[in-house]
């Protein structure tokens, strides 16, 4: 069988999103997405369409007849399938191929992600070289990725090649490594099936398979897991490089800059530690420091060691009223306590080699709670913009920064709160309706000189008015507006020109 025939057969049986959203409807939908086959399966039964049919093979991992996948699959047949490993003999997939759609700059692409069936088909622990399907945290990096174009690309760790198909979009080439063999193998069908060429797969730990070499861009959701290394804890290769504690991070913020371009960029997610009076994002810092990078760090939640070893116990397969689950959180409680770490934090990093390394460093490290209004799509071009906001503005001084002329972005609005009755408001904010969704408080000098920003005048123009509309000293309001405006310009809710718009 070759594969081109089986997306042939993929392409004529319309085995697409939309058309299993139609099969089974948006309850099924949300079902299947808290992993419970059962609507899907009852608004499928009966349905010869080779997309349901498809659906039930490779999704529901349901048992199917010969003569029903040779329906579905007129040019593949079950032979096909088993002769390619695809299928086994008692008539079930073992693999899942997902239908996978994305929306970017360019257009609507329909691929399929080949990886293996997660926990609702498997009904028990993952093996330990499962090889993940799309998730919540692939999605995520995958917003995370800026879409201007790219000469080549990396993506390390890729398991399913989810990032390596969105990486393709905009970069000339792309090369994708993993330390599983069985990963490689199903990112190779993931990329035929979904007709993405000039992937290149190397097999490889960390950054080894790729010695020697630069980047445009760097993306990876690497095997970040912090997992205990004794007492038969079992290592799940999609998860866990095999480090000790928060160290497979920490190594590859260190050896990003051997393999990156000058002004590269890397996109990673990411685990670090908090040992016992120590802020895990300090220690990110260090590491960031010590490399020399540019670096936007955001930590999106902070967990405790009890609800960490929980979260990824369940994760892995293993129920929480359990021997097995007890023996193993007592190995993950005493792990952290080795190395004193009371919490652990999750979030995003995108780093740069400097271009420029005189030019003034950005270094960003912040918490951010709240979830972003549009998940994370267009969080990395937001963030590019960030970096391009810095090298705009970083080097000029305060003299030269306010004969800028800003433009309020326009997903900014203004909330003005009163108490009942009264003539003035006593919260006025800033609300960004795209990028992370900020949310800044204002003051009246800051809220005047924003709501005056559309470009026409330099911002040193617009201080000295408000100075004089609300009698206060047109020094001290610049001192105290311009940091802000400058904040603003590098969160995205202001844009600066050299001259009038
Ligand atoms: C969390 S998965 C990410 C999969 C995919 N890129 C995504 O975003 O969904 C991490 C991947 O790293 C691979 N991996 C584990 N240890 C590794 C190592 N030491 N070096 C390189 N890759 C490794 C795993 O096999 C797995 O495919």
Do not use: K
């Amino acid at each position: 069988m070759h594969t081109s025939e089986l997306r042939a057969d993929l392409l004529d049986a319309d085995f697409t999103v939309d058309r299993l959203q139609g099969l089974w409807g948006p309850v099924a939908d949300a079902a299947l997405a808290r992993d419970n086959p059962v609507p899907a399966r009852r608004a499928l039964a009966g349905r010869e369409h080779p997309a349901a049919v498809l659906a039930r093979l490779f999704l529901l991992g349901d048992a199917l007849d010969s003569a029903q996948i040779d329906r579905a699959l007129p040019r593949t047949g079950a032979a096909g399938l088993r002769a390619r490993g695809l299928l086994g003999p008692d008539g079930r997939a073992l693999v899942e191929v997902r239908p996978y759609s994305a929306v970017d700059a360019t257009g609507v692409v329909n691929w399929w992600v080949v990886s293996d069936h997660g926990e609702m088909v498997r009904r028990g622990p993952l093996s330990a070289d499962h090889v993940l399907g799309v998730g919540g945290a692939s999605l995520t990096l995958a917003g995370l990725v800026p879409t201007s174009p790219a000469r080549r690309v990396l993506d390390l760790g890729t398991g399913s090649g989810v990032q390596a198909l969105h990486a393709r979009r905009s970069a000339a080439s792309v090369v994708a490594t993993d330390l599983s063999d069985r990963a490689l193998r199903l990112a190779a069908l993931t990329l035929e099936l979904s007709g993405v060429d000039n992937v290149e797969l190397r097999h490889g730990d960390m950054l080894t398979p790729v010695a020697g070499e630069r980047f445009d861009r760097i993306v990876s959701n690497p095997p970040f897991v912090i997992t205990p290394r004794e007492r038969g804890v079992d290592v799940l290769e999609y998860r866990d490089g095999g480090r000790v504690g928060d160290g497979i991070v920490e190594e590859l913020v260190r050896a990003l800059p051997d393999h990156l371009e000058p002004g590269g960029t890397a996109h990673l997610l990411g685990n670090w530690e908090y040992p016992a009076g120590t802020d895990g994002l300090d220690r990110v810092r260090a590491w960031v420091e010590a490399a020399g990078l540019d670096a936007w760090v955001i930590e999106r939640d902070r967990q405790d060691a009890a609800e960490y070893a929980e979260t990824w116990l369940r994760d892995g397969g293993v129920r929480t009223a359990s021997e097995t689950f007890e023996a193993l959180a007592e190995a993950w409680l005493d792990d952290f306590a080795a190395r004193g770490v009371t919490h652990v934090g999750f979030g995003y990093l995108t780093l740069r080699r400097p271009a420029n390394t005189s030019a003034p460093r950005l270094r960003r490290f912040e918490r951010v709670a709240t979830a972003a209004p549009s998940g994370t799509s267009g969080l990395g071009d937001a963030i590019a913009a960030g970096f391009a906001a810095h090298d705009q503005i970083a080097a000029l001084d305060d003299v030269a920064f306010a004969r800028m002329h800003a433009t309020v972005a326009p997903d900014v609005t203004e909330e003005r709160h009163f108490w009942p009755g009264a003539e003035h408001p006593t919260v006025m904010r800033l609300v960004q309706g795209t990028g992370l969704g900020r949310v800044v408080d204002l003051d009246t000098g800051l809220g005047a000189v924003v709501g005056a920003c559309d470009g026409e005048l330099p911002m040193g123009v617009i201080v000295a008015a408000v100075a004089d509309l609300l009698d206060v000293d047109a020094g001290a309001l610049a001192a105290e507006v311009l940091p802000r405006m400058r904040e603003l310009a590098v969160v995205g809710m202001i844009t600066l020109a050299d001259h009038r718009e």
